[in-house]
């Protein structure tokens, strides 16, 4: 397993690919398929693409408060190849490419961020939960799942995603300590990203890093490349075996770079430096990729028309969401119960007749 | 000033007048918060005393206990009205009994404050009216100013409050009310309610930012004959119930506005006080024009969760008409 031969405690790094897209370790690279890698940097560069046009649309007053995945989508597209549809997503507000991989749509995606809640029930969707916003939180869940699989003894596995800032919670150390001592499937990604909003990693945390967290909790952990798609495909595809295999929980730390801000609210240039941008700008994930393609001489398509492509496509779904059916009172009392309490209905017939009112009184 | 500048103000005034002052929170040193309420102030106090903490609320609250009972006055800020219960089990357990469990030897000088409501358009747990929930928990005091003046005014007294301090800050009018506030130090006094404006035939109770929203009504009411008296609570816990039973006497009406979810709320209490205190004066049932029993809704629902100008005016007509 790649996870002993890269030890957090000596803060190896474990990656495949440089910046360059030239393999470094040749006898780890997974034995993947051409079009299987094309059909990653496909992923990849749609999730791009969607991302930029959400900001652009919240830009536009479209849309409100997005969270921006650009830099990070190695991480979630190869987390998607290995995901299968049986095992569990429990994700973070920022899984633009995990929830896509995992069949959510994009109409749905925009929906909620637009403010319908409505986009967060994935029916077409198999074991996604909805858009964690209170960080770290949603990563006890996963192992709830993961002892539910394991009472079942059911082959599935749950996956569930933090941010290096969400590691500080209590929540992230409680959850990690249940699936030690519960030993059941679920695989911890953190999103090092390397800033909580405006707070940078080296102020969130004393450890030489984050993976090393799985020590005290006594499970595997790992630190990689979280641009590398290669590197992550396999830290996955270890990861999900390890877990089926029943051997328990693994802690995989994807280190990366949030290239835009932490959301459309914020502004980087505060807190972030031009130079630290352009360093990281080098090991964008989807630029590596297409250096490997292009030297294996894998990649045979026009770019710009794909991008064309998908830009249309994105647009077709952000249009589909934008002119879904208009928000009623209704959907503001649907769902708070099951069982609907013959009060809320109260409430609702009573704000109803002011709505009569004020339509008479104008 | 703005609501915003007016409690950075306040900060600013208490961390150069009193050395064991610190300010700290989540993204509240270099950037200032996320709303901008303590920007500068890490630049002007220095880092020891003005920072960012790690992402954890629990400890973010806990911590300052241990500081305050050590000789600090911890003012913290917790990011949203939603991520503030990662902490209350801190808040609950040991902020706000802290000095009654050593029989007087502790005392917790701390305030944690935290924007709160509807009203902007935010995600999921940004847009939540938490009050009761800590109105409800002996031991903490509980203030909620309306305008930049008052906010300033009442942030003071809560830092130099011995007793701990939930101060929450409408933060749908942090920009949108601007007022001339007095530059040198001042303080409010916790636990006064204010009249904002005297009437006969209603009395009507709001807080935060649903005051302004009431003083809109207030010009639909003049118009239709209604002469509403409007109280501003200005602090939750000790709510100020002598203010409101002399109203409720003169007027014989109550209502109130707020908008937490109705049921088991700060409306229902001020219900309670009225019914216990001032029965025989009532000439109509009291009324609460409050937030529905349901989760808050995202963006798209909020203009039927949000409660308007119109919807107090229609409710205050028809306590008035009863
Ligand atoms: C419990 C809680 N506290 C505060 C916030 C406000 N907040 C939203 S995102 C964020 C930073 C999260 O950083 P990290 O976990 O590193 O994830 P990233 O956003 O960088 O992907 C904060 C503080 C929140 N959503 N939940």
Redesign the pocket.
């Given at each position: 397993m790649i996870f002993d031969e890269f030890d957090p405690k000596e803060d190896k790094i474990f990656r495949l690919i440089d910046n360059e897209g030239q393999v470094l370790n040749a006898s780890l690279m997974p034995d993947l398929d051409d079009e299987i890698i094309v059909k990653a940097y496909k992923e990849m560069l749609f999730a791009r693409v969607a991302d930029e046009m959400a900001v652009s649309y919240q830009r536009q007053g479209r849309m409100y408060t997005y969270?921006p995945n650009m830099g990070q989508e190695a991480i979630a597209v190869a987390a998607g190849l290995v995901i299968r549809h049986e095992d569990w997503l429990v994700p973070?507000?920022?899984e633009l490419g995990t929830w896509l991989a995992k069949g959510v749509s994009l109409k749905e995606i925009f929906l909620y961020y637009m403010g319908n809640e409505a986009g967060s029930n994935f029916k077409n969707a198999h074991h996604v939960l909805p858009f964690s916003?209170?960080?770290?939180?949603q990563v006890q869940h996963a192992v709830g799942i993961g002892y539910s699989i394991k009472l079942k003894k059911i082959d599935e596995v749950a996956f569930t995603f933090?941010?290096?800032?969400?590691?500080s919670?209590g929540d992230f150390s409680e959850a990690l300590n249940f699936a030690g001592v519960w030993q059941v499937p679920v695989v911890f990604t953190i999103?090092?990203?390397q800033?909580?909003?405006s707070?940078p990693v080296r102020s969130?945390t004393k450890s030489i890093n984050l993976a090393i967290k799985s020590y005290a909790f006594g499970i595997p952990g790992i630190k990689v490349d979280g641009n590398d798609f290669f590197a992550m495909f396999l830290a996955y595809k270890e990861a999900l075996e390890y877990a089926r295999a029943g051997n328990g929980s693994v802690l995989i730390e994807a280190l990366t770079y949030?290239k835009g801000s932490?959301?459309t609210s914020d502004d980087p240039t505060k807190y972030r430096d031009k130079g630290e941008e352009t360093e990281w700008a080098k090991a964008d994930p989807i630029i590596r990729l297409k250096k490997y393609m292009d030297h294996k001489g894998i990649w045979k398509e026009d770019e710009t028309a794909l991008i064309e492509q998908y830009r249309t496509e994105v647009d077709k779904q952000f249009e589909e969401a934008e002119h879904f059916t208009p928000y009623q009172l209704e959907d503001v009392f649907q769902h708070t119960y099951v069982d609907m309490p013959d009060d809320l209905r109260r409430q609702k017939l009573e704000y109803e007749q002011f709505l009569t009112w004020k339509e008479n009184r104008k | 000033m703005t609501l915003v500048q007016a409690i950075n103000n306040a900060l600013d005034i208490k961390l150069a007048e009193d050395e064991s002052v610190v300010v700290y929170g989540?993204?509240v040193g270099v950037e200032g918060g996320?709303f901008r309420v303590t920007e500068g102030l890490q630049k002007k106090h220095g880092v020891e005393r003005v920072f960012d903490s790690p992402?954890a609320?629990s400890a973010i609250v806990g911590a300052a206990l241990g500081m305050a009972v050590s000789g600090l006055r911890p003012i913290v800020e917790?990011?949203?009205d939603?991520?503030t219960y990662?902490a209350f089990n801190q808040i609950v357990s040991h902020v706000a009994r802290i000095h009654n469990r050593s029989r007087g030897l502790f005392k917790a000088p701390m305030v944690i404050r935290f924007p709160y409501g509807g009203g902007i358009n935010a995600l999921e747990?940004h847009s939540e009216s938490p009050e009761a929930l800590y109105a409800h928990i002996p031991g903490l005091k509980v203030v909620i100013p309306s305008t930049p003046h008052d906010a300033k005014g009442l942030m003071i007294s809560a830092i130099e409050s011995d007793d701990p301090v939930i101060f929450m800050e409408p933060k749908r009018i942090y920009r949108a009310i601007k007022q001339e506030v007095a530059e040198g130090k001042f303080t409010i006094p916790i636990g006064k309610a204010k009249v904002l404006n005297e009437g006969t035939d209603v009395t009507v109770v709001a807080f935060g930012a649903m005051i302004r929203e009431c003083q809109k009504a207030m010009v639909m009411t003049k118009e239709a004959g209604i002469s509403m008296e409007l109280i501003d609570l200005r602090t939750i816990y000790p709510i100020d119930k002598e203010t409101i039973i002399n109203s409720v006497k003169k007027t014989g009406k109550i209502v109130i506005v707020a908008e937490a979810p109705i049921s088991f709320s700060v409306g229902s209490e001020l219900v309670a006080i009225v019914n216990e205190e001032a029965f025989l004066h009532l000439e109509a049932p009291p009324k609460r024009v409050m937030g529905f029993d349901t989760i808050v809704p995202l963006a798209k629902g909020e203009s039927f969760y949000i409660i308007s100008p119109e919807r107090i005016f229609y409710e205050i007509e028809r306590t008035v008409n009863f």
């Open positions: 969270p973070v507000f920022r916003i209170p960080i770290a939180s933090v941010g290096d800032g969400g590691t919670e999103q090092n990203n800033y909580a909003i707070v969130q949030r932490h959301t | 989540e993204d996320v992402l609320e917790l990011q949203f939603g991520f990662p747990h």
